[in-house]
């Protein structure tokens, strides 16, 4: 069996390669290079961070004895992620790339090279685990909780999840490194990337402003009633829940409830505006093919790292899906994803209206 590794410079994706080498696949390293250094406002003449990447990949590439090529996705991760990621900020709107990523690149114009390379399997060092049960693929959280990355994984097709290999599903994230320093990795103690990885600093606003070519405008803060309460710098500085940077002087701590592009304001309210217990999910994916039934009980997930809590979900006729928390959900934040689990099972996933 051949197998085509997404291998991303980092330690995971790396002892991924080793794991599938140690079981006798036929295997092929690939970096996907997303963006060039004017993309992330870094110069083009300085040493970008992927370019670190693409070296340290090589590196265990050759260790391992395994083809290495890269791949050019950068116009593809251009217009499915960063493009997206621009508008949705103009829009009030806060997205996840991560998500796009997978969608778009990994799991869509990864799986096309891998076609074309003849291989039987996409590997990725994703926290993830696939099984087959019933005749159906599902997707599971991954042994390790702690860095279980199935929340960005919803969107995956049974096509897909039948040709996709995740070798870390099963183990922990300490076992993950001691494989690799045992294996004389040059990356086993490279620290995880914690930044989108097109804003190496997080400054999501100054990226937005390069790729528009326009400064951001200032408009009102706003109270729940509509009062002003001062300037702010631009909507695209700011996400719901959002306390720092406002710089308002207020009797009480001040949050950023509601984003408004059509008007250029931004609504603030005390911590307790933040709560919601009804929430509507589109665009949503089922990993069965099919929603378990119209209505019924699982858990849900609104952010990467918010906890799960229990929610009834009822599907409408045109796929829409309607979110009851049983207790009130702090900061939901439209753009971002809602997954629903039944234990260590993913059902699927939408984006937040």
Wanted: hydrophobic share 35%.
């Amino acid at each position: 069996m051949k197998a085509l590794i997404a291998m991303s410079g980092g330690v995971d994706s790396s002892v991924a390669a080793k794991l599938m080498v140690d079981q006798g696949y036929t295997c092929i390293g690939c970096t996907m290079k997303f963006y060039h250094n004017e993309d992330a406002g870094i110069p083009r003449s300085h040493t970008c961070c992927s370019l670190d990447d693409v070296e340290d990949a090589r590196s265990v590439a050759y260790k391992l004895g395994i083809p290495y090529y890269v791949f050019n996705f950068t116009r593809d991760f251009k217009t499915k992620v960063i493009d997206k990621f621009v508008d949705s900020y103009l829009r009030g709107i806060t997205p996840n790339p991560c998500i796009d990523c997978n969608r778009y690149l990994k799991f869509a114009k990864l799986f096309e090279r891998a076609q074309i390379l003849d291989c039987d399997y996409v590997v990725t060092g994703h926290y993830a685990r696939i099984e087959k049960e019933g005749g159906k693929y599902i997707l599971k959280k991954a042994l390790d909780e702690t860095k279980d990355q199935s929340y960005v994984l919803y969107d995956m097709t049974q096509n897909q999840l039948a040709h996709t290999l995740f070798p870390l599903g099963s183990l922990r994230k300490a076992e993950t490194r001691r494989i690799a320093q045992a294996c004389g990795f040059i990356n086993a103690d490279k620290p995880d990337s914690q930044d989108i990885c097109f804003v190496p600093d997080g400054d999501y606003a100054s990226v937005i402003e390069l790729h528009t070519g326009k400064k951001s405008q200032p408009g009102d803060f706003i109270d729940l009633d509509g009062h002003v309460l001062g300037q702010h710098r631009g909507i695209i500085h700011y996400t719901i829940g959002q306390r720092k940077g406002l710089s308002i002087s207020a009797p009480q701590p001040l949050y950023v409830c509601r984003i408004l592009p059509e008007t250029n304001q931004v609504v603030l309210g005390p911590d307790s505006a933040l709560f919601r217990t009804e929430v509507d999910v589109d665009r949503f994916h089922w990993i069965a093919g099919d929603p378990p039934a119209s209505s019924f009980r699982c858990k849900a997930k609104l952010r990467y790292r918010h906890p799960e809590a229990p929610v009834t979900v009822s599907v409408s006729e045109n796929g829409t899906v309607h979110l009851s928390f049983d207790l009130p959900q702090r900061a939901v934040t439209p753009g971002q994803a809602a997954v629903l689990y039944d234990g260590d099972v993913v059902l699927g996933g939408g984006v937040i209206l």
